[in-house]
């Protein structure tokens, strides 16, 4: 807590003083009053970025990852104040790439923080390391196309292909570690499928952004659409849905299944959308891309409905005292947690509570309706 809020004085502060040096600047028109109130600024915004990345130091599990956000954002601070400082030596070009280097390090260290405080045993393990792969990959990429010789800037084709392909990396990167997670279990074998056509649609695009001249994308297409439904898929058989969880996801798949479906179908017809489609494939492809919108919605409502049974503490740590009855004496009072004495008997009771986890992947199964760990599907029974 003593870190948060050191980091919201700080903010408080160089948000001041961001306003201050703007002011003077608009009255004085000095150009170091405007660096100054660019690096208070950037400062304020750092700031703002560390508070929630600060609070999950406390915890063992997610620490590691913290540190490395924290670590973008302080590498990502530095990169942005010299951007600011080093314009009128260096030229607004190199001050410019810096600038975009900043944001890289920044965007691209938040999202490696969270995978990685989720690489450790359980069923997320494999997805963390593969999006961890594509986000490294990618931020590498974007780095090499802003710095390359004529850059961004000049319109170098290598540059703009070196962006292009972080971004294929990226997008592809997302279905193949949707579609990992849980890959340790034996159940669901067709996940693999997913993260093979994730590979397919990557290598597609590298061959098309470097090497093919192609206008027709259609194979590309049907790859990224398996991957992007399977991973769907992945995601929606193992969230907590309810009674209704079975035909909720039937319906979001299919519908996810049809969209990309058509899209395939309308690329083949048009010979890459270059031509008229039919006008009933046209129509389908967007009612089924409305009803899987609208049924990912549902899902993502149900999920919060049967996320916790009602009446359950959403917290152990907060649960005080548990009403027992003396084994010896036989009255009943409310027992602290811990170790206590009954005021009838004097006997002492030590009394502990604790969440019910799941043995393969240590998810939390408290309030946790059905008879599967949502995070990996191990049976209940196999709790500890």
Not at 74 to 95: D, H, K, N, P, Q
Not at 134 to 163: I, P, R, Y
Not at 310 to 336: D, F, K, L, M, Y
Request: proline share 3%; with cysteine; glycine share 12%.
């Amino acid at each position: 807590m003593g870190i948060q809020r050191a980091l919201l004085r700080a903010l408080l502060w160089m948000l001041a003083l961001a306003a201050a040096a703007g002011v003077m600047a608009v009255f004085i028109s000095t150009e170091v009053m405007v660096r100054v109130g660019g690096t208070a600024l950037v400062t304020a915004v750092a700031c703002g970025l560390a508070m929630p990345v600060s609070r999950r130091l406390d915890e063992t599990a997610t620490r590691a990852g913290a540190l490395v956000g924290l670590v973008s954002i302080v590498t990502a601070y530095v990169v942005a104040s010299a951007a600011i400082w080093i314009e009128t030596m260096l030229g607004w070009r190199t001050s410019s790439r810096l600038a975009l280097t900043a944001l890289v390090v920044v965007v691209c260290g938040q999202i490696a923080g969270v995978l990685v405080s989720l690489v450790r045993p359980g069923a997320g393990r494999t997805a963390a390391r593969a999006g961890l792969c594509a986000d490294s990959a990618a931020a590498a990429l974007f780095v090499g196309g802003v710095w390359w010789d004529a850059g961004l800037f000049l319109g170098d084709s290598v540059s703009e292909k070196l962006v292009v392909t972080g971004w294929w990396v990226a997008g592809t990167g997302v279905p193949a570690a949707l579609a990992l997670i849980g890959a340790g279990a034996r159940d669901r074998p067709w996940r693999w499928l997913g993260a093979a056509a994730s590979a397919g649609a990557l290598a597609m695009a590298v061959a098309g952004v470097w090497f093919i001249d192609s206008d027709d994308p259609t194979w590309f297409i049907l790859a990224l659409s398996v991957a992007l439904v399977i991973g769907y898929a992945n995601v929606a058989v193992r969230v907590p849905l309810g009674d209704a969880g079975v035909w909720a996801r039937l319906i979001a798949v299919g519908a996810t299944a049809t969209t990309g479906g058509c899209l395939t179908a309308l690329s083949y017809t048009t010979s890459g959308f270059h031509g008229p489609g039919s006008d009933t494939l046209t129509r389908i492809t967007g009612a089924a891309g409305i009803v899987s919108a609208c049924s990912t919605i549902s899902l993502v409502v149900l999920y919060r409905l049967n996320r916790r049974a009602p009446g359950v503490s959403r917290n152990v740590a907060e649960i005080a005292s548990v009403r027992v009855t003396c084994p010896h004496c036989g009255r009943a009072r409310a027992a602290a947690v811990g170790e206590s004495a009954c005021p009838g008997c004097g006997l002492f009771v030590t009394i502990g509570v604790r969440e019910p986890r799941c043995a393969a992947c240590d998810y939390s199964m408290l309030g946790i309706p059905g008879g599967r760990c949502p995070e990996c599907g191990t049976a209940v029974a196999a709790a500890t």
